[in-house]
C-alpha cells in the first residue's frame, strides 16, 4: 500500500510522529506540506464570524487567549512526551519526498500527488480537498477526523461533545472524504478512556489517535484490499461545528468537576 500524508508544517505530531507510524506499515510515498498565509489565516476569520456573529466571536477569541496563556504549556509537553512516544514505537521521521505549499489544490501538490501515485491519501489538514484531488489516490483520500460523525462534523468535534457532555461521542471518525464537510463513508469508530478533567481538549484530540494506531493502521490496510465495510450513518443526527468558545469550555470544566465529585 502507498501512502501521501498531507499535514500542517506546524504539526510536529503529524509531520514527524504519523509521518513514522505510516511508514512503519505502508511504503510513504511522500509528504504535502501545508503552511498557512496571512490571507488564508484571514479568510477562516470571516468565516467563522459568518458563521457565529461579532459577540460569540469576541468568545472564540477568549477561548484562544485562555488555552495560549494556561493550557499551552502543558499541552506542549504532552505533545513532546507523545513525540518520544512515536519515535520510539516507530522510529525517527522517514527521509522521504516532500512538497511545501500554502494550497492543497494547488497544481504543484496535485502534480506531486500523481507523480507519488498513492493508493491512500491521509489528509491531516484544515483545507477542503477538491474533486481533482480526491480522483488521483486508488483507493481514496481519508481523515482522522477529531469527533464523531455525523454528529460532530467539522471543526473540535471532541471539544463540542464535551461540552454538550454527549460523552459517548468523544472520540474520533475513520472516513473517507467526499465533495461534503465530513459527511463521506464512515470506516470506523475510536476512542480511549480519557480524562476530562486533567486532559484538554486538544490533548484528548490527538491523544484518541495516539491510543488507537494499531487499529487504525489495520482498518487502512483492510480498506485498501477492499475488506472493509462502512458504517450506516442514514437517520442519525448530523451538525457542522466552529471553533471553541471560552464560556462552553468553562460550562464544561463545571460539569466535568461536578461528576468528579460524584
Not at 495560549?68 to 512515536?86: P, S, V
Not at 475510536?190 to 488507537?212: C, G, K, M, W
Request: with cysteine; hydrophobic share 45%.
Amino acid at each position: 500500500m502507498r501512502t501521501v500524508l498531507i499535514c500542517h508544517a506546524s504539526d510536529r505530531f503529524d509531520r514527524e510522529g504519523l509521518a513514522a507510524w505510516l511508514d512503519s506499515f505502508s511504503e510513504l510515498a511522500g509528504i504535502v506540506v501545508l503552511e498557512e498565509t496571512p490571507q488564508q489565516m484571514r479568510a477562516r476569520v470571516r468565516r467563522e464570524i459568518h458563521r457565529v456573529g461579532w459577540l460569540r466571536f469576541l468568545d472564540v477569541i477568549a477561548m484562544r487567549l485562555y488555552q495560549r496563556l494556561a493550557l499551552a504549556r502543558r499541552d506542549g509537553t504532552w505533545t513532546e512526551q507523545a513525540l518520544a512516544t512515536l519515535r520510539q514505537r516507530y522510529g525517527a521521521a522517514p527521509s522521504v519526498p516532500q512538497v511545501m505549499a500554502a494550497d492543497v489544490n494547488d497544481p504543484a501538490v496535485l502534480a506531486f500527488l500523481k507523480k507519488a501515485a498513492p493508493d491512500v491519501v491521509l489528509a491531516r489538514c484544515k483545507q477542503l480537498l477538491k474533486k481533482r484531488l480526491l480522483a488521483i489516490p486508488r483507493v481514496g483520500c481519508f481523515v482522522m477526523h477529531p469527533g464523531i460523525c455525523p454528529e460532530y462534523r467539522n471543526a473540535h468535534g471532541c471539544f463540542w461533545a464535551l461540552s454538550e457532555r454527549d460523552l459517548e461521542r468523544v472520540g474520533m471518525t475513520l472516513l473517507k472524504v467526499d465533495a461534503g464537510v465530513d459527511t463521506g463513508p464512515v470506516y470506523g469508530y475510536f476512542s480511549y478512556p480519557f480524562d476530562e478533567r486533567r486532559e484538554s481538549h486538544v490533548v484528548i484530540q490527538y491523544r484518541v489517535v495516539l491510543e488507537n494506531l494499531e487499529r487504525i493502521a489495520a482498518r487502512l490496510q483492510e480498506i485498501a484490499r477492499g475488506d472493509a465495510s462502512t458504517i450506516d450513518t442514514r437517520h442519525r443526527a448530523s451538525a457542522a461545528w466552529g471553533q471553541p468558545w471560552l464560556s462552553r469550555y468553562l460550562r464544561w470544566q463545571r460539569a466535568a468537576a461536578k461528576a468528579g465529585e460524584r
